[in-house]
């Protein structure tokens, strides 16, 4: 996949589809989820912060596959525990998104997942 067709997919939506492996069943569980990209990175917000499952199931397995506008690729997640940075990024949602609507959806901010783009 080249780099530009990357960048365009994810210019042209504020959703991507994150499938991870289920840390228990083995199986892959895909859900729509915000971003904020920022250079080569991509950061993921869990709505439900560390109790989500797809951030425990990425803390088990950290190999995931993302989508969007038709371009999928398969990167190795890594979690963001640290409190500032996390705030960063919780802040740079809130700027892409909207604070009310940040607020209507995520009920735990406490940790984010970092992707390097290909």
Do not use: C
């Not at 996949?1 to 228990?24: H, P, S």
């Not at 990175?41 to 912060?49: C, D, K, S």
């Not at 038709?70 to 998104?97: C, F, M, N, Q």
Request: proline content about 5%; cysteine-free.
């Amino acid at each position: 996949m080249a780099r530009k067709e990357l960048q365009k997919a994810l210019e042209a939506t504020d959703e991507i589809q994150l499938t991870v492996t289920g840390r228990k069943s083995g199986r892959p569980h895909s859900n729509p989820v915000w971003f904020v990209h920022k250079g080569d990175t991509l950061y993921l917000i869990p709505v439900r912060g560390s109790d989500s499952e797809w951030y425990k199931n990425v803390l088990a397995k950290p190999t995931i596959r993302l989508a969007a506008e038709g371009t999928e690729w398969t990167a190795r997640a890594r979690p963001v525990k640290d409190a500032s940075r996390v705030r960063e990024i919780v802040d740079a949602l809130r700027a892409a998104h909207g604070a009310d609507e940040v607020k209507r959806y995520y009920s735990k901010l406490d940790t984010a997942v970092e992707v390097a783009l290909p």
